[in-house]
């Protein structure tokens, strides 16, 4: 009898003991040990079918308008990733179709005419895009709702795409998409060259290459970075040659441009938060030394500084 007591004593304060175990392990975890993991949630399944319908339909051939009529529709339902990620795929897309605008642009000899006639009326791109002339609204008409935009250039007029256009998705987007927007859009708002000489000061061209130094430092892993360099590259080269009909150094004289001067000297040597500004002050020094003369001290000393700083953005 006691033995049986004993036994049932021993059974009560294991099962009491186990369920003050259990109890223990929900005020840790918020959830009994045993638990199974939670279902996905409605929203992932829906944002998870809506990538998969967007990646079915989005190919290189797609239909530009059909592709932003399922981004217009679902890009506020996605997560900020993922609308990065669709907003990706429709510039790579955007990109590779740009040689179909070309062919319209050149493929009518009469086209370029045309074209060429309606700006020199005023020298304004939006006199094109306001022409009656039937080929030349369809075809314009079609670009502007597609994201690209006409450029002009040495007497040709050919399509790019339009940076801008992809300002109205940028709430949406990661931080690091909203840089790389704003650093593209003012490229292909003002372009920094022309007809072989700069169209831009060399404040714009130092304050566009800090930007996309900053960049390539903050995001070293993004999908874009490439493209980025390519960006600092160019401007690299601006910086420190100009352009073939607005060099930084006359062709002449051989004396550095007042604009360069200007910025070499002033904000060039006062900017110390800069691998540009660090790389770019041994150069200052030799340059100061020459009288800003284009000397063979100075072209050795510049071409070292070229490839200075584009190793310092991991170009080879």
Same mark, same amino acid.
Do not use: W
């Given at each position: 009898?006691?033995?049986?007591? *004993?036994l049932?004593?021993?059974m009560?304060f294991?099962?009491?003991?186990?369920?003050?175990c259990?109890? #223990? /392990?929900?005020?840790?975890?918020?959830s009994?040990?045993?638990?199974?993991a939670p #279902?996905?949630?409605a929203a992932?399944?829906?944002?998870?079918?809506i990538?998969d319908?967007?990646?079915?339909?989005? =190919?290189?051939?797609?239909i530009?308008?059909?592709?932003?009529?399922f981004? $217009?529709?679902?890009?506020?339902?996605v997560?900020?990733?993922?609308?990065?990620?669709?907003?990706?795929k429709?510039?790579?897309i955007?990109?590779?179709?740009?040689f179909?605008?070309?062919?319209?642009?050149?493929?009518?000899?009469?086209?370029?005419?045309?074209?060429? /006639?309606?700006?020199?009326?005023q020298?304004?791109?939006?006199d094109?895009?306001?022409?009656e002339?039937?080929?030349i609204?369809?075809l314009t008409?079609?670009?502007?709702?597609?994201g690209y935009?006409?450029?002009t250039? /040495?007497?040709?007029?050919f399509?790019?795409?339009?940076?801008?256009?992809?300002?109205k998705y940028? =709430?949406y987007? !990661? =931080?690091?998409?909203?840089?790389?927007?704003?650093i593209m859009?003012?490229?292909? $708002?003002?372009?920094?060259?022309?007809?072989?000489?700069?169209?831009?000061?060399?404040?714009?061209?130092l304050?566009?290459?800090?930007?996309? /130094?900053?960049?390539?430092?903050?995001y070293? $892993?993004s999908p874009?970075?490439?493209?980025?360099?390519?960006?600092?590259a160019?401007y690299?080269?601006f910086? *420190? @040659?100009g352009? =073939?009909?607005t060099?930084a150094?006359f @062709? +002449?004289s051989h004396?550095?441009?007042?604009d360069?001067? !200007?910025?070499?000297?002033?904000?060039?040597?006062?900017?110390t938060d800069?691998?540009?500004?660090?790389i770019m002050?041994? @150069?200052?020094?030799i340059?100061?030394?020459?009288?800003?003369?284009?000397?063979?001290?100075?072209?050795?000393e510049?071409?070292?500084?070229?490839?200075? *700083?584009?190793?310092?953005?991991?170009i +080879?």
């Amino acid at each position: 009898m006691i033995k049986k007591q *004993l036994l049932i004593y021993m059974m009560i304060f294991m099962l009491i003991f186990a369920v003050s175990c259990q109890q #223990s /392990e929900v005020e840790k975890t918020g959830s009994p040990s045993n638990t199974v993991a939670p #279902s996905p949630t409605a929203a992932v399944i829906e944002n998870t079918k809506i990538m998969d319908d967007f990646y079915a339909m989005a =190919d290189d051939n797609m239909i530009l308008q059909e592709l932003l009529v399922f981004i $217009d529709e679902n890009i506020s339902k996605v997560s900020e990733q993922q609308a990065s990620m669709m907003i990706g795929k429709f510039e790579s897309i955007q990109k590779n179709q740009l040689f179909m605008i070309e062919a319209q642009f050149f493929g009518d000899n009469t086209i370029q005419s045309r074209m060429s /006639e309606i700006y020199q009326r005023q020298f304004l791109i939006t006199d094109i895009y306001e022409s009656e002339d039937p080929d030349i609204k369809a075809l314009t008409a079609s670009m502007l709702e597609t994201g690209y935009k006409v450029e002009t250039s /040495e007497g040709s007029f050919f399509p790019v795409v339009d940076y801008s256009f992809y300002k109205k998705y940028s =709430d949406y987007l !990661t =931080d690091e998409y909203k840089e790389y927007i704003d650093i593209m859009a003012v490229e292909t $708002d003002s372009p920094a060259a022309k007809d072989a000489g700069l169209y831009i000061t060399y404040a714009d061209i130092l304050d566009r290459l800090l930007s996309q /130094e900053a960049y390539i430092s903050t995001y070293s $892993d993004s999908p874009r970075l490439d493209v980025m360099r390519q960006q600092y590259a160019r401007y690299v080269y601006f910086l *420190l @040659y100009g352009a =073939d009909n607005t060099p930084a150094f006359f @062709y +002449e004289s051989h004396m550095m441009n007042d604009d360069a001067k !200007t910025i070499y000297t002033t904000v060039l040597s006062n900017t110390t938060d800069s691998n540009v500004a660090v790389i770019m002050a041994p @150069y200052i020094a030799i340059l100061e030394r020459n009288n800003f003369t284009l000397t063979d001290e100075v072209v050795s000393e510049r071409g070292k500084v070229q490839i200075e *700083l584009l190793i310092a953005a991991g170009i +080879e």
